[in-house]
């Protein structure tokens, strides 16, 4: 004889429509948390160097950039990045420089409605 706590445990274990619901519950959150992460401010950097070496000189290159990129309700994308050359600085020519650029865009995104 089962109690009326076994039976519901067993009876929802072993149903296949009790465990669809449960995974399809899973599903949808799962593209809940999509949309919130395309939603969500996205941060992104680089950083890039190079070396070049010839008979004339020998080069160092460097660069970066640091920024954010953000979707919209109506589709609309803004991204801002600051971006840094570094070349000048770090080879230490007499006429060091550090140069940035603030660098903003936004730009429609096509939509596919279903």
Do not use: N
């Not at 953000?70 to 060091?96: N, Q, V």
């Amino acid at each position: 004889m089962l109690s009326l706590t076994d039976a519901v445990a067993m009876a929802t274990a072993h149903s296949r429509e009790y465990q669809r619901q449960k995974e399809q519950l899973y599903t949808v959150a799962l593209d809940l948390t999509l949309a919130r992460h395309q939603f969500a401010r996205q941060w992104f950097g680089t950083v890039d160097a190079g070396y070049e070496h010839d008979a004339e000189a020998e080069r160092v290159r460097s660069g970066g950039s640091l920024g954010f990129s953000r979707a919209l309700a109506d589709g609309a994308t803004i991204s801002a990045s600051i971006a840094l050359d570094w070349a000048r600085f770090l080879t230490g020519a007499p006429d060091t420089s550090l140069a940035s650029v603030l660098y903003g865009s936004g730009k429609i995104l096509a939509r596919l409605l279903k």
